[in-house]
């Protein structure tokens, strides 16, 4: 969490000036401008995807459905079916428009509920003294099943549980990953990713993303306090539930036999808020995992539609794209609720655990690719793609292996072996990172540069460039406006559509406006407005401001709890 107070800033300020010089809607798209070719933008879009089943979706959807089922009783699948129904209803009416405006409100009600349950939970277990006292003795009743005594260091809490700095070997979250290889996956999460990424690139100019960043950034402080401490102090309230570790008693409570810790913040929302407030917590709850799905099952659209679809048929009207777009988000869902059952019983139960491993199989190569394309103008399309194609085999290697003998637990270990899956997920994540730089590097040296004309304003060395860039998908891009002069002449001899198919445009978003045609200084004129990063210098002195004390209250919150 702390990670990201420090990769918004590295986002708004280095990232995002360079996305916007670019002139992308996606990362991908921004890899194809960099490097050209077709094979790097489809495969990261096939990736990324593939990212948001495993981890994403599945995992919020799982999150979703598991409290559904504590407050009402339901079966965990018919919850997951409630949860997607109402999610997707707005999201594929409204798309992005209607996504940033429920998060807006959504954002507010989660905070002001969460310290509500904040309040209630520190009120229940006597104050931060005796919170501290309390957690360390929280230990289960039942300890034993069919003559077996599980071992102590199962059901006792680690003694340095509130420390953020954990022992090199043998603690769970190792220092060095926590500093390094999580550093990774939060430099891919927030300066990568399609999902935050997007946002910052529907900003009015640079100073309203930075600020948006910054506020973000304030915002990611708040999960320690609303979050983390009421799920620690859920165990102590409801231990032998939280905390149970015999396989027959924790399926018997959650429905999971490697653990039930997914459970302890909705447990406690349940079972400690009065009823008018645990309906406020229901609707927070329900709203923050709306709020995540609705973005990413837009992002995940717009992927497919942009990246894939564009490459399967050669022109697609505008109505065909959103469609595709909207049938692909319905596919999507259909194999994430499939993925499910593996989700509820991976990393012992523990859903943080599972959605960090995933990532870090997956993602430290692509947080490669961004990194060294956006600071090493020598990196080029032969050395981004073989570095993708060596981390991806490794990653899947590690993970595939994984899964197939089993995450286990401390009750029932796995048997895979240690040179598999011994090293801790942060660690392979560091050294994942370090082959794949290795190889883009290698490989990119000892083959052609990408000559200077095509880099200005895409890599940073070249940012303030006032040269004109010539595309390495120049050609592709004048076949689509061609195109797309075609479709505007085809639209205006369409017939007026009746009011039964005016109805059907309108619910799916598809009856949209028609501006005037732009002339060419029009078309230039918007697109140099577009990818204009500057600033008015009273704002960009605020912000850069702003920027400095996150950064600073980012070091004062790790060297605190270290």
């Not at 090199?168 to 891919?188: E, K």
Request: neutral net charge; hydrophobic residues 50%.
């Amino acid at each position: 969490m702390m990670q990201a107070l420090i990769f918004v800033v590295v986002l708004g300020w280095l990232f995002v000036p360079i996305y916007i010089k670019a002139g992308v809607v996606t990362m991908p798209e921004y890899l194809k401008k960099r490097f050209g070719g077709k094979r790097i933008q489809v495969y990261l879009s096939v990736l990324s995807l593939i990212l948001y089943i495993f981890t994403k979706i599945s995992a919020d959807i799982f999150s979703g459905a598991v409290f559904i089922q504590l407050a009402i009783g339901l079966n965990l699948y018919l919850a997951i079916i409630i949860l997607l129904a109402i999610t997707a209803l707005y999201t594929i009416t409204g798309g992005l428009a209607a996504v940033i405006y429920t998060d807006t409100l959504q954002t507010f009600i989660m905070v002001v509920g969460s310290f509500i349950l904040m309040g209630f939970a520190f009120s229940e277990v006597g104050g931060y003294d005796a919170f501290m006292r309390r957690y360390m003795k929280a230990i289960p009743s039942n300890i034993s099943y069919e003559n077996t005594v599980i071992n102590e260091k199962c059901y006792t809490p680690r003694n340095d549980s509130f420390h953020i700095f954990r022992d090199a070997v043998t603690g769970d979250l190792p220092w060095p990953g926590l500093v390094f290889g999580l550093s990774i996956l939060a430099l891919w999460y927030w300066c990568t990713d399609q999902v935050i990424v997007q946002r910052c690139l529907s900003g009015k100019n640079m100073s309203h993303v930075k600020a948006g960043c910054i506020m973000c950034g304030y915002l990611k402080l708040l999960p320690m306090f609303i979050i983390v401490m009421p799920g620690m102090i859920s165990r102590i309230l409801y231990t032998d539930v939280v905390a149970c570790v015999v396989p027959e008693v924790c399926q018997q409570y959650c429905g999971t036999a490697v653990g039930c810790t997914n459970v302890a913040y909705p447990k406690m929302v349940v079972e400690l808020m009065p009823n008018g407030l645990r309906g406020l917590m229901l609707s927070v709850m329900l709203a923050s995992l709306m709020s995540s799905l609705t973005s990413i099952f837009n992002s995940a659209s717009t992927l497919f539609t942009m990246d894939i679809y564009t490459k399967i048929r050669s022109r697609p009207s505008e109505k065909e794209l959103m469609l595709a777009g909207r049938a692909f988000m319905v596919l999507l869902i259909g194999i994430s609720i499939a993925w499910v059952p593996v989700v509820q019983s991976a990393q012992s139960g523990q859903l943080f655990d599972y959605i960090q491993s995933v990532t870090s199989y997956l993602g430290p190569p692509i947080a490669a690719v961004f990194l060294l394309a956006v600071f090493c103008k020598r990196v080029n399309e032969q050395g981004a793609f073989w570095g993708l194609m060596v981390g991806l085999l490794t990653g899947l290697s590690r993970m595939i292996a994984e899964f197939a003998y089993g995450t286990g637990n401390c009750v029932t270990p796995s048997n895979c072996p240690f040179i598999i899956c011994g090293i801790h997920y942060l660690y392979f994540a560091m050294i994942l990172f370090g082959v794949s730089a290795i190889v883009i590097l290698a490989v990119s040296f000892m083959t052609k540069p990408i000559p200077d004309v095509h880099l200005y304003r895409l890599c940073w060395s070249l940012r303030n460039s006032k040269e004109e860039r010539i595309d390495l998908d120049a050609d592709e891009e004048q076949d689509k406006a061609d195109e797309k002069d075609e479709e505007s002449v085809n639209e205006e001899s369409e017939e007026e559509p009746g009011c039964f198919k005016k109805a059907y445009n309108w619910f799916c978003g598809l009856d949209q406006q028609k501006g005037p045609k732009l002339s060419k200084e029009e078309e230039e004129a918007l697109k140099k407005k577009l990818t204009d990063t500057s600033e008015t210098p009273l704002w960009r002195n605020v912000v850069n401001i702003n920027g400095i004390i996150l950064l600073a209250v980012a070091v004062f919150c790790h060297a605190f709890f270290a």
